[in-house]
């Protein structure tokens, strides 16, 4: 890690350590459909009063339950439904990950456009991630959408403080070094703090690392594969051999990314990454 990345590294980690505002919060309504969440007796009425005094989350997740991803059998007319057709659990995570968009927005133009790319791509990622958890484990495709929105959720805090330096700011070369080295280890301390569920706390980490070996397949090996996959077309993992990385395996998945198992994922894929733009 490069001196600046360290001490960029070192002051935000601090500064969430010590309970300073460098730390983005969840949005209100992302708290309040947590709230729901957490608690066992919560019934789909609560949660549809919560997400209902948010008129745009409301028409997002309307619009997420008409996906051809569901297929349902007739269209969905307003978010009573909507809650019907997703359940609680779904239609909790996604509500949590769609409200944090509202996060990715700054001040100067040339943050702003770097959190929109960010928010962008994790977008896109999460998509594919739903995509494959459905199709290649038991595990729960609104959790691993969840974690393809937050994968990269560290990148926020160190825009925030290269605002109040123009010189990082203003070289483009340095700041993309800064945040390659420094996200990973914000973003885990970022979801320490929010209390996200333990398998997803790691997840910033855990994606990046090619080498892991575990026994089964988790949600940051579906981020793995996911997050190659959408940056196959860019130099950004040029020389990366993917048949070293145990996550393609694990999901029992092709490391070639122009396998014909990828190209019949494909249309899902689409449909998937569609649902979570705005």
Same mark, same amino acid.
């Given at each position: 890690?490069?001196a600046l ?5 070192? %002051? ?14 969840l ?5 309040k ?12 009425k ?10 745009a989350l ?6 997420v &339950?008409?996906?051809?991803? /569901?297929? &349902? ?11 019907a ?15 944090m ?40 495709p %609104? ?15 160190i ?7 123009p ?14 080295? &420094? ?5 885990v ?6 209390? /996200? ?11 990046l ?5 575990i ?48 190209? %019949?994922?494909s ?6 990454? &569609?649902m979570?733009?705005a």
């Amino acid at each position: 890690m490069s001196a600046l990345a360290a001490k960029i590294t070192q %002051d935000i980690t601090t500064a969430i350590d010590q309970d300073k505002l460098v730390l983005p919060t969840l949005p209100e309504i992302a708290l309040k459909v947590r709230e729901v969440a957490d608690d066992d007796d919560a019934s789909i009425k609560q949660l549809s009063d919560v997400i209902s005094t948010d008129a745009a989350l409301t028409a997002r997740i309307i619009k997420v &339950a008409n996906s051809p991803i /569901f297929r &349902a059998p007739r269209e969905i007319e307003d978010l009573n439904m909507a809650l019907a057709r997703l359940g609680m659990q779904y239609t909790c995570n996604l509500a949590t990950g769609l409200a944090m968009e509202q996060m990715f927005q700054a001040t100067s133009d040339i943050v702003d456009k770097r959190l929109r790319d960010t928010w962008h791509r994790s977008s896109e990622i999460a998509g594919m991630c739903h995509v494959l958890c459905k199709h290649r484990t038991r595990l729960r495709p %609104d959790q691993a959408a969840l974690a393809g929105l937050i994968h990269q959720i560290g990148v926020l805090p160190i825009l925030s403080y290269a605002e109040d330096f123009p010189s990082i700011l203003r070289d483009s070369l340095t700041l993309d070094q800064v945040i390659e080295q &420094a996200h990973p280890i914000i973003g885990v301390k970022i979801l320490k703090a929010w209390e /996200f569920p333990s398998e997803l706390q790691q997840i910033p980490q855990q994606h990046l690392d090619f080498t892991r070996s575990i026994a089964s397949a988790d949600y940051a090996d579906i981020v793995t594969v996911a997050m190659l996959q959408a940056y196959a077309d860019t130099k950004r993992f040029e020389g990366l051999d993917y048949s070293t990385v145990g996550a393609f395996n694990r999901l029992g998945l092709d490391p070639s990314i122009e396998s014909a198992e990828a190209e %019949d994922l494909s249309e899902d894929m689409e449909a998937a990454m &569609a649902m979570l733009q705005a």
